[in-house]
Nanobody, 120 residues
């Protein structure tokens, strides 16, 4: 009932940049929080960045000052601008959204993930 579709992943050299996008669709009344997570080979999924509908943001220490999360709530889009990428940023990046549906129920949905590979 709520779908998230990520795009923008790919292969980039260390020091390069990528911009990830995530589009939410479905029976959404409002989105309260959107976030990006990542999972590298053999690692647990970790929070990269989160943004609330009011605009407040938080970042993992490993990406502070390099990554920027932003949201267009009206269009139900969230972005992750990633600069100065490092090989250790290589992972599958997942979009997450939490909010309320037209059925007056809370939802928490995940996208299918997009691969980011940073070569040294």
């Amino acid at each position: 009932q709520v779908q998230l579709v990520e795009s923008g992943g790919g292969l980039v050299q260390a020091g390069g940049s990528l911009r990830l996008s995530c589009a939410a669709s479905g029976i959404i009344v409002s989105i309260n929080v959107m976030a990006w997570y990542r999972q590298g080979p053999g690692n647990q999924r970790e929070l990269v960045a989160v943004i609330q509908s009011g605009g407040s943001t938080k970042y993992a220490d490993s990406v502070k000052d390099r990554f920027t999360i932003s949201m267009d709530n009206a269009k139900k889009l969230v972005y992750l601008q990633m600069n100065n990428l490092k090989p250790e940023d290589s992972a599958v990046y997942y979009c997450n959204a939490m909010g309320i549906t037209y059925l007056k129920k809370d939802f928490a949905s995940w996208g299918q993930g997009t691969q980011v590979t940073v070569s040294s």
